[in-house]
């Protein structure tokens, strides 16, 4: 509009024209001014989310600090375009396309339908000189794996919104994405039906009896065991036994059991199984199971902790899908013990390729596929 009005006084000489042209460069003049003075004293830091999985929008914070006298307004902090340096989507960037103004007659590329344009992104309408806010946002990701964060964008269209000027933080981060959690209600079922549990002979909530004892002032009442506190005369509680639960090694054949040719037909059914995977490996952990995960690259042995269910799934978020079957006899485990129960997951054709020889004796095959499995 200003070169318009511009090119319009030059040919007609109009001094009203002249006068608009001057208001409208001040205008613009006036814009980047003042948009460089609210960004000129912000920084911000994220506060990541500890567990990210695909498609999920898990909570985080952005902290944003003003560290000047006056107030800033209408502040947008988003994440730069990160890279998936690992998984399905590797060396692909993810958000937005910014292009130059003047290259309109370039698009931006596609994004998954019903995907937000940002993978995170908050607003601030003001905030005062000397001071820091903590906003809520959201990270959503479309695909697991790892993922290269570069920094912050500090956005502002302040004051007119005729035009957005963009402050980049370098502020670097990783960040795992661990596949979609999927239920998996008839593999926990089967897997409940083949194990089971084992008593302890400790005590603790299970349910089997483990023995009787005085009843102690400011305990829950529903504890006392009422008949035997008859028959002796006095309060007593009962005691159950706990459950010692088993170590389960979860055997991932990430193997199409077919040539190169034909990967790209096993990938969706892969990415569906590892989702199904990752629902009944929080299952697990929420019950208490030590569990192992052992791949054709690489074993995490047995364990139960936070950190131990968080190796595992950036394992599950970072493994690749290879060709073929593994080699009968190469695949059988040195690290399963007479305890420890196999849970042997894959695609049908690697799973029926599997050295069945060579497997413990308590052993159990979950197949990726719709079709039934054709393994012992």
């Not at 948009?35 to 909570?59: D, I, N």
């Not at 502002?156 to 981060?173: A, H, S, V």
């Amino acid at each position: 509009m200003t070169l318009g009005v511009g090119f319009g006084a030059i040919n007609t000489g109009n001094n009203l024209l002249f006068l608009l042209l001057g208001m409208m460069l001040s205008l613009i003049i006036a814009s980047g001014i003042l948009s460089e003075a609210v960004l000129k004293s912000l920084h911000a830091q994220r506060l990541a989310p500890r567990r990210l999985h695909v498609g999920q929008k898990t909570p985080a914070y952005f902290e944003l600090i003003n560290a000047g006298r006056w107030s800033s307004l209408s502040i947008e902090i988003s994440e730069q375009n990160p890279t998936c340096i690992a998984g399905p989507l590797r060396g692909q960037y993810i958000g937005p396309t910014y292009l130059p103004w003047w290259k309109f007659w370039k698009r931006r590329k596609s994004l998954p339908q019903n995907y937000p344009e940002h993978v995170a992104l908050t607003y601030c309408l003001q905030i005062p000189g000397n001071n820091t806010l903590t906003l809520p946002a959201h990270y959503i990701l479309p695909a697991r794996g790892l993922f290269s964060f570069p920094g912050l964008n500090l956005t502002t269209r302040f004051p007119f919104g005729f035009f957005e000027k963009t402050r980049e933080l370098d502020i670097p981060l990783t960040l795992a994405v661990f596949p979609r959690v999927a239920p998996g209600e008839d593999w926990i079922t089967s897997i409940h039906q083949a194990f089971g549990e084992l008593d302890s002979h400790e005590k603790g909530s299970g349910e089997g009896f483990f023995g009787l004892r005085e009843y102690q002032p400011g305990e829950d009442r529903r504890l006392i065991h009422w008949k035997s506190s008859a028959r002796r005369g006095e309060l007593v509680v009962r005691e159950n036994e706990s459950h010692e639960q088993r170590a389960i090694e979860i055997f991932l054949i990430n193997a199409t059991g077919h040539p190169p040719a034909s990967r790209h037909l096993f990938i969706r059914d892969f990415e569906a199984g590892l989702e199904k995977t990752t629902g009944l490996l929080l299952h697990m952990h929420r019950q208490g199971y030590q569990i192992a995960l052992q791949t054709l690259d690489i074993h995490i042995p047995a364990a139960h902790s936070e950190s131990h269910l968080d190796n595992i799934l950036y394992t599950l978020a970072t493994v690749d899908l290879k060709d073929n079957a593994p080699a009968p006899g190469a695949t059988a485990s040195a690290h399963t013990n007479a305890t420890t129960h196999r849970i042997t997951l894959g695609l049908n054709a690697a799973l029926a390729q599997f050295p069945s020889a060579h497997t413990p004796q308590h052993n159990i095959f979950l197949s990726f596929d719709s079709a039934p499995q054709d393994t012992p």
